[in-house]
């Protein structure tokens, strides 16, 4: 039988719902864009999801809490929470293919909430920059013979170098309670016995073995005084804002040049660049594990890592750190996701993404363990120490470890220039993400302004931002992105993860998002038992496990630090007042809705808890087939079918009728 086809490339099915032939050779959305393929989409969700916290955070997580018995809760809350809120979020984008504000015509009850997550991309964004500022530093200062945190001579060294103790060694010598190297020739017997060094006269050698650096506490390395002396050139308080540092000024300005020349064109740049820095991170740690397999004391690193230390599963703290990072590894809840899969055509299969996007994701943060502790074993093998000596976490792993290790071996410039390289190119993922959301969410909010000017909305976030960042290229910007990093994000996002999923199950409707999905995806998949996993995760389980996080995270509170010093009091209301913004935009935004809306009381309430009129699939042939799938389903879509129907200076003018109604002439249209 001859398949029909009409001029919108819609066709009718067997069972009378349309089916769209998307256009495989365009963009669907000529107005908003597309991805050019799909591998685009799957490669910038990889890149966003996949980031630093992979690299420096989950290898630190793993040892700390139990090694290998840590991947237990890791993988439950994977399951439970992570890859349902993840395909909740990329299918919900898509659907509507709407940024992460002007998406909640689906629930207005929640508009307020994308206004937070705006404020939370935007902190987030400013820490992000902040650190690839600090990887370009360090990735042009690789590019010499001599690493300049080799060694304790250079100017910003103090006498508590740590190097100091093996260069005196070298020489014949030990560090002395006066913190100088003396020669142990000029010892004499009650001397030697002080310090616990002994002389063997048959061999005429010193021996060392009980000999401990009467400093040994206050010792630093030099990769660490480098980075706190130099780098930062640290100030000794928060209080104390000293002057901006020149070199990190201008790597700062650098990477948002970077971020803004491979975003000029929004997606369709984007899209390009992700085929690099979302594959070459990949390379790069392939390399350092060869690499590092190869180094004395590798093994007992990659043992330490996995090992399992099952005691450790009856602290409640192990599943708290297993679900945050879990959480935050597969960017959820931020906006992010959503503005991504909205740029995906309508029938783009976001199901398989999901699942391809979050297992790739953890299969790399595991990945990475192996990479990182066989590098940190091999530290331990040359400082002399066990790996639970040498093991930090976030910038000590990726400032202070690592720079010390690269120092060690072999070639250290070039494993330096890779890493580091890497480094900026996983920053500049989630950065182009961040950028990415904001500027959609802004041009949606205005697209009959802005839509057309996207290079100057980019333009002028990214020089908001940039110019909000300058606190952190002071002397005083290491406390400020510890700042930043404890108060910027973490409460937020779980509330964000617990109301997005709560609101769309039971207010919106699990059956009315079913359906949705079904409008996409086909009959196949939402008929399936398996479906059901994903529908009692977002409707009870995962809303659960997050008021769970939440209420551990509150009662167990404790006012973050910077290197164990409290913020001042100042600081810590500049820090709940970022907490603040990203939570009361939400009752705020009600307030603002019910002011502005015409009707009683009553109506102008329950106007937030029913779809926008406008709400639905962004073009016409798909907001009729949403509303026949609805229709034969027992649902409704939400919005109303025919978009030009409406006044578009005051949407909410039919507040009292049945928005997802459909008239006659749209049934027939819509069949």
Request: with cysteine; net charge negative.
């Amino acid at each position: 039988m001859e398949r029909l086809q009409n001029s919108e490339g819609e066709r009718p099915s067997k069972n009378g719902s349309v089916i769209i032939d998307d256009d495989k050779n365009g963009d669907e959305n000529k107005e908003r864009g597309n991805w050019s393929s799909p591998v685009e989409f799957i490669l910038a969700c990889l890149g966003y999801a996949v980031g630093l916290g992979n690299v420096w955070r989950f290898p630190y997580l793993c040892y700390r809490n139990g090694g290998g018995a840590f991947l237990i809760p890791y993988t439950i809350m994977l399951v439970f929470a992570g890859l349902p809120l993840f395909f909740l979020e990329v299918s919900f984008g898509q659907y509507c293919s709407e940024g992460m504000v002007t998406c909640w015509k689906a629930l207005p009850l929640l508009r307020g909430m994308s206004i937070g997550q705006f404020l939370v991309s935007f902190y987030l964004n400013i820490s992000y920059s902040v650190i690839i500022m600090y990887t370009i530093y360090y990735f042009f200062a690789s590019f010499t013979s001599v690493l300049p945190w080799v060694g304790c001579n250079h100017n910003w060294n103090t006498a508590f170098c740590s190097s100091l103790v093996d260069d005196c060694f070298q020489v014949g010598g030990i560090m002395t309670a006066n913190n100088t190297c003396a020669n142990l020739t000029s010892f004499d017997q009650d001397q030697l016995d002080m310090y616990n060094v002994t002389y063997n006269y048959t061999s005429d050698e010193y021996d060392l073995s009980q000999y401990v650096d009467p400093f040994k506490d206050q010792r630093q390395p030099a990769s660490q005084e480098y980075f706190k002396y130099q780098v930062l050139q640290q100030s000794d308080t928060m209080s104390d804002t000293g002057g901006v540092v020149w070199q990190l000024a201008l790597c700062f300005i650098f990477a948002w040049i970077i971020t803004f020349l491979c975003m000029i064109k929004g997606i369709k740049t984007t899209g390009k660049v992700v085929y690099f820095t979302a594959t070459f991170p990949y390379f790069v740690l392939f390399i350092l594990l060869i690499r590092g397999l190869t180094l004395p004391g590798s093994g007992e690193g990659i043992k330490y890592f996995i090992t399992p230390r099952w005691e450790h599963l009856a602290t409640p703290k192990v599943w708290l750190d297993a679900a945050v990072q879990i959480f935050y590894s597969l960017s959820v809840s931020a906006g992010g996701l959503t503005t991504l899969a909205s740029y995906n055509k309508f029938h783009n299969n976001c199901y398989r993404d999901s699942l391809l996007v979050a297992s790739l994701n953890c299969l790399t943060s595991l990945f990475a363990g192996f990479v990182i502790f066989a590098i940190v074993g091999f530290m331990a093998h040359e400082a002399g120490k066990e790996v639970d000596e040498v093991v930090t976490q976030g910038f000590g792993l990726a400032f202070v470890a690592y720079p010390e290790a690269v120092a060690r071996m072999p070639a250290g410039p070039f494993w330096s220039v890779m890493f580091f390289l890497m480094l900026i190119t996983l920053g500049l993922d989630s950065q182009f993400t961040g950028m990415e959301k904001m500027s959609t969410a802004v041009c949606d909010m205005f697209p009959r302004y802005l839509r057309k000017r996207r290079t100057l909305v980019m333009l002028v976030v990214c020089s908001v931002s940039c110019i909000c960042g300058f606190t952190c290229v002071t002397r005083a910007g290491a406390y400020w992105m510890s700042l930043l990093d404890n108060y910027g994000a973490n409460f937020q996002m779980l509330f964000y993860g617990l109301a997005e999923a709560a609101g769309l199950m039971w207010i919106y409707g699990a059956k009315r998002f079913t359906n949705d999905i079904r409008t996409m995806l086909g009959d196949t998949l939402v008929d399936s038992k398996l479906f059901y996993y994903w529908i009692v995760n977002w409707a009870v389980i995962t809303p659960l496990l997050m008021a769970g996080i939440m209420i551990f995270n509150f009662i167990n509170w404790s006012e973050p630090t910077h290197d164990n010093e409290q913020y001042p009091l100042w600081g810590r209301t500049i820090g709940w007042l970022i907490i603040a913004s990203g939570l009361l935009a939400l009752p705020i935004d009600w307030v603002y809705k019910i002011i502005k809306s015409p009707g009683s009381i009553v109506e102008r309430i329950n106007l937030l808890f029913v779809p926008s009129p406008k709400w639905g699939p962004a073009l016409p042939q798909h907001r009729r087939e949403a509303a026949n799938v609805h229709k034969q389903h027992g649902t409704t879509m939400g919005g109303v079918v025919n978009l030009s129907s409406l006044n578009h200076d005051n949407e909410d003018i039919n507040k009292n009728a049945k928005y997802s109604a459909l008239s006659k002439a749209d049934t027939e249209s819509a069949v």
